[in-house]
């Protein structure tokens, strides 16, 4: 019986700093197919690390999302704790602005002489 892939973006927080996306891709390659893996880490004035925290997209079935879920969450790993859940949308995707914005720069791009639905000016975003 086949299971249907689904393409998830995990928000995996509590990381060790010096986390490579080789051994992230490796630990959740297990569970799907790692497409895609961005690791953030911010820092304070001076350079120093304060907080790493990586997005990872994966196709993976909701069972292998599940499996994945309750093998790896919460268990320490290279001196952090891992915390791992669905990612949130960007604010930006959430309210529609950058579908808007797009619409808007190829309206004046073509021409288009339409009404602004929009409470700032293009250049203000």
């Not at 060790?16 to 490796?26: D, I, M, P, T, W």
């Not at 820092?43 to 093998?71: E, H, N, W």
Request: net charge positive.
């Amino acid at each position: 019986m086949e299971t249907e892939q689904v393409l998830k973006r995990l928000y995996v927080g509590g990381l060790a700093h010096e986390v490579s996306k080789a051994e992230l891709q490796e630990r959740f390659g297990k569970f799907g197919h790692v497409l895609d893996t961005e690791i953030i880490t911010r820092q304070d004035d001076q350079g120093t690390p304060l907080k790493t925290f990586a997005y990872i997209s994966v196709s993976i079935s909701d069972a292998d999302l599940r499996k994945c879920m309750s093998v790896l969450n919460e268990t320490k790993w290279k001196g952090g704790t891992l915390q791992i859940q669905l990612a949130k949308e960007s604010f930006l995707h959430r309210n529609g602005l950058l579908v808007n914005l797009a619409e808007s720069c190829l309206s004046c791009t073509l021409g288009v002489n339409r009404r602004r639905k929009y409470p700032f000016p293009l250049g203000w975003a």
